[in-house]
């Protein structure tokens, strides 16, 4: 199945307690590597949230996750003072008024401002409660995502299919020239020998000749060529069809096609045969690139 590693899935959830909101995005790479961006308090669910996404999106990309949380109320169980750490700090901005004989405005609130004084209790995060909260949103945006990779597969199919279909009337192009190329290569061929050896006086071995005629025949002949280039086209679609990924199978496919394309132009040289080559090899070319785009 054609499916495309670029995509974007977004889904929002909003509860009593809190609202949680799931992005996801992916571009082209060649293996599945999958980056997770959350509330650190949160963070003891990235390996699992990365395998989920690998199982249930996408098996191949370059993968960010983004999971944010508000909370409508903060679910505290107080606020501690850090003793050992404020006394260390007064004692420190006194020895500083005292160096360099500052005003003493040492009070309450200037103390506050350091934030690393304060231990704020939290409950106890739940890890099954806190998967289960995040999961559906998660599957929202999964769908969402996998949606947008599918929209993108199914119209990349149909361009690539129009541009098969093309390639496809190229070759049998390619195939009416080339019959005609090689009787009247081989017609050449045995009136040049002919030409020569009468001018040497010499006399003629009709059997060689057609020898060795049918062997420079069969040296242009680019029949299996073509043979290989056409199932090539039937494995396209029955790759491009499949359901599991296609990427890897297509991309090594569109080399073999363009293999094949190469020793066609290598073998003929009749001039239209080497334009349409050219042509199809920008084809394929275009082919690869859109290929390489997908899982």
Known sequence: MIRSMTAFGRAKLEGER????????????????????MPRSLMFLEERI??????????RAKVDVFI??????TESLGIDLDLGYAESYIN????????????????????AR??????????????????????????????????MRTREGERAFSDLSGKIDSIRLMVDEIEGISKEDTVGYRDKLEARIRQILGDLDAPIDEGKLLTECAVFADKIAIDEELVRLRSHFGAFFEIAEAKEPSGRK?????????????????????ARIARIVVNIKGELEKIREQVQNFE
Not at 50 to 59: G, I
Not at 68 to 73: A, F, G, I
């Open 18 to 37: 809190k609202d949680i909101t799931v992005e996801i995005k992916s571009v082209n790479s060649r293996f599945f590597d999958c980056s997770v961006k």
């Open 50 to 59: 990365k395998n989920y996404v690998q199982k249930n999106a996408v098996s």
């Open 68 to 73: 944010t949380v508000d909370e409508h109320k």
């Open 92 to 111: 420190a901005l006194r020895a500083l008024r005292d160096e360099f004989g500052l005003s003493d405005d040492i009070s309450v609130m200037t103390v």
């Open 114 to 147: 350091n934030q690393e004084i304060f231990k704020t209790r939290r409950a106890e995060c739940d890890l099954e409660e806190e998967w289960e909260a995040i999961r559906p949103v998660l599957d929202l945006a999964i769908a969402d995502y996998v949606g």
């Open 250 to 270: 297509l991309d090594f496919l569109m080399q073999e096609m363009n293999r094949e394309t190469n020793t066609i132009g290598s073998k003929c040289n009749n």
